[in-house]
C-alpha cells in the first residue's frame, strides 16, 4: 500500500546509542572475548559487525563513554525483561473512596470497615466520604462523628491526616496505612549445665536456702 500523495515517505526508526548513531568520537569497547579497548567509534562499530553484533552505548557519561559488542534484540529483550521485572515491583499507592451516609446502618459500616482494613494493610489509602442529601446537610455534626467514629476503628491500621472537612454536601477524612513493627523475639536463655563432678567422684554439695516459718 502506497501512502497518500503530499505526505513524505516514512522513515525508518533509528536506533540510538546503537552502530553508527553513537556520537561519541572514541569509545571504550567491551567485547566477548573479555577485551577492553579505547579506540575510535568508527573502528569499534566495525570490529563488533565482523562478528556478527551490534555495538550499543551503554555507559554514556563515562570518560570515555562505554560500548558493549552484543545482539542487539538480546540487548533489547533483557533492557525490557528488567523494566517489567521493576514494574512488577513496584507498588502504586491508591486512594480508595467509601461513601457514607448520616444514618447509615451498622451492618453496611461494618462491611465497609473491614474493606478499609483490607485496603490499608495493601498499602493503599483510604477516603471517607459522608454524603448529605436534602435536610441531612443540617446534621453535619452526625457525619463527622461517624468519621471520627470510622477513623477510629481503624487505628490500628491507619492514622488519620487531619480533621474532617466539610465540601459542598460532603465530609470526608483522608485515612493513610501505618506500618506494623513486629516486637524483637526474647532470646531464650539456656539452663547452665550443672558442675563437672571431681575426679574422685563425689558429687559436688547442693545449697539448700532455710525455710522461714512463722
Do not use: C
Amino acid at each position: 500500500m502506497y501512502p497518500p500523495r503530499g505526505l513524505p515517505p516514512r522513515r525508518a526508526k533509528i536506533r540510538e546509542n546503537v552502530n553508527e548513531a553513537i556520537r561519541a568520537k572514541e569509545v571504550r569497547a567491551v567485547f566477548p572475548d573479555g577485551s577492553v579497548e579505547v579506540m575510535p567509534t568508527l573502528a569499534a562499530v566495525r570490529k563488533a559487525q565482523d562478528m556478527g553484533l551490534d555495538l550499543i552505548l551503554i555507559a554514556p557519561t563515562a570518560e570515555p563513554p562505554v560500548a558493549k559488542a552484543m545482539d542487539y534484540g538480546q540487548w533489547r529483550y533483557e533492557q525490557k525483561k528488567k523494566q517489567h521485572d521493576a514494574k512488577k515491583k513496584q507498588h502504586v499507592i491508591q486512594v480508595k473512596e467509601l461513601k457514607f451516609r448520616p444514618n447509615t446502618d451498622d451492618h453496611d459500616y461494618d462491611f465497609k470497615k473491614n474493606h478499609a482494613i483490607r485496603f490499608l494493610k495493601e498499602g493503599n489509602r483510604v477516603k471517607a466520604v459522608v454524603q448529605f442529601r436534602g435536610r441531612e446537610i443540617a446534621h453535619v455534626d452526625l457525619g463527622k462523628k461517624l468519621l471520627l467514629r470510622f477513623a477510629g476503628d481503624l487505628s490500628g491500621v491507619g492514622a488519620i491526616e487531619g480533621q474532617p472537612r466539610l465540601e459542598g454536601r460532603n465530609a470526608h477524612l483522608i485515612i493513610s496505612p501505618v506500618k506494623t513493627t513486629s516486637a524483637p523475639k526474647e532470646k531464650s536463655e539456656k539452663p547452665k549445665a550443672p558442675p563437672a563432678a571431681s575426679q574422685t567422684g563425689s558429687a559436688p554439695a547442693l545449697q539448700t536456702e532455710p525455710s522461714y516459718s512463722e
